[in-house]
């Protein structure tokens, strides 16, 4: 089977860099994603990474460790909208190459 | 306009009481998905279809039904809905052809069962 582990909240100060680590357990990996979810709202896609290292866009940054089977999502320069769920998400190889979603991190951004 | 778009966006319902969910998409995906988002478990795969012909059981199929009317519909019905089915429905759709990485959601159903 699949899991995953992230932290289930964080807080960082409005302008700062706060990191949000996801470590996964899978039979068989293909690439990592960050979501972001704000209250109510619908998961969007932040960014995909199936080799190792680091992928920049923008102001978030999501970096992968194949060996380490761990990955993490930086975000820069928080702003107050940062504040939301992030969700890491592992796609297996296989036939299907299903999905796993982790349980989320809750980011709050206080000034 | 929206993409993925979700019918109702919230619904009551008693125990016993059939249900439906709708999804419709025109970004021209062929693959769509069902997920259902509790507090604190994330986004559990209900169902996934890959076209229209092609439908399979996620990790949380029992007690839901779907039904893929066309390319850019696909629905979910609980038979009897019970109150452990209370919860916030995601569609989501992806495109294989654009690398299957990235999934687009819809808005959300959040369902109460009473």
């Known amino acids: 089977g699949q899991s995953l582990e992230q932290p289930s909240e964080v807080t960082a100060v409005e302008g700062a860099i706060v990191q949000i680590n996801c470590t996964y357990q899978?039979?068989?990996?293909?690439?990592l994603s960050w979501y972001q979810q704000h209250d109510g709202g619908a998961p969007t896609f932040l960014s995909y990474?199936?080799?190792?290292g680091l992928e920049e866009t923008g102001r978030f940054s999501s970096f992968l460790s194949r060996s380490d089977s761990y990955g993490y999502l930086l975000l820069q320069e928080l702003q107050m909208k940062d504040s939301a769920s992030y969700f890491c998400?592992?796609?297996?190889?296989?036939?299907?190459?299903?999905?796993?979603f982790g349980t989320g991190t809750k980011l709050q951004v206080i000034p | 306009d929206a993409d993925v778009t979700q019918t109702p966006r919230n619904r009551i319902t008693k125990t016993g009481k059939r249900i439906m969910l709708e999804c419709s998409q025109t970004?021209?995906?062929?693959?769509m998905y069902w997920y259902r988002q509790d507090p604190g478990l994330g986004l559990r795969l209900i169902y996934y279809?890959?076209?229209?012909?092609?439908?399979n059981k996620g990790e949380i199929s029992d007690g839901y039904s779907v039904s893929r009317q066309a390319q850019a519909k696909f629905s979910l019905s609980l038979e009897s809905a019970i109150p452990n089915q209370t919860a916030l429905y995601f569609c989501?759709?992806?495109?294989?052809?654009?690398?299957?990485?990235?999934?687009?959601f819809g808005p959300g159903t959040r369902l109460t069962v009473l």
């Open positions: 989501a759709t992806s495109d294989p052809s654009g690398g299957d990485n990235e999934q687009f």
């Open positions: 899978t039979s068989g990996f293909y690439g």
């Open positions: 990474n199936a080799l190792d």
């Open positions: 998400a592992v796609r297996n190889s296989g036939g299907y190459q299903k999905v796993t």
């Open positions: 970004k021209g995906h062929d693959r």
């Open positions: 279809s890959f076209d229209v012909k092609d439908i």
